[in-house]
């Protein structure tokens, strides 16, 4: 799919401009123990190719075989990670829907089973990673709050 193909599928043009939003974050680690009242543990995070400062974490539920992915990639601008969360659509047979979280991100798409946001100029993906789901949703919400308190 093209870029007017995919903008045109998700609306892109109706999404904040950057004039509305709260700043940029240079480097946004997610505290280790952000899960642990949820009983997940940070079992690996480790770089992924392409900007500066990206990063995959996974957590593990202590008692059964729930795990979560969290993907951090951090762009110039909100205008860069905006170009990110339309790249991740690019290869999706059925559209995303908008997420049902209220004010998740500037931007924000998925379901219970996975969230994708933007929130400043981050753009972050929580997913289930095990053989059990696990509603992503509060989770997200979490690294949201977390992300806001980054920008600058």
């Known amino acids: 799919m093209d870029d007017k193909a995919l903008s045109q599928r998700y609306g892109s043009d109706r999404w904040p401009r950057r004039a509305q939003l709260d700043g940029r974050c240079e480097r946004f680690v997610i ?20 900007p500066r400062h990206a ?8 008692a059964d075989d729930r795990r979560l992915m969290v993907d951090v990639v951090p762009a110039h601008s ?22 049902a979280v209220p004010h998740l991100g500037d931007v924000s798409y998925g ?10 100029n981050l753009l972050i993906s ?15 919400v979490s690294l949201d709050k977390e992300a806001a308190n980054c920008l600058h």
């Open 111 to 120: 379901n219970q089973a996975a969230q994708r946001f933007v929130r400043g």
């Open 126 to 140: 929580v997913s289930n990673a095990g053989t059990t789901e696990v509603d992503v949703r509060p989770f997200a």
């Open 31 to 50: 505290p280790a123990d952000l899960f642990e009242r949820e009983r997940f543990r940070l079992v690996w995070r480790d770089a992924l190719p392409g």
């Open 55 to 62: 990063y995959r974490s996974v957590y593990v539920h202590d």
């Open 78 to 99: 909100f205008d860069g990670a905006k170009e990110e969360l339309l790249a991740g659509f690019r290869n999706c047979s059925s559209i995303v829907p908008p997420s």
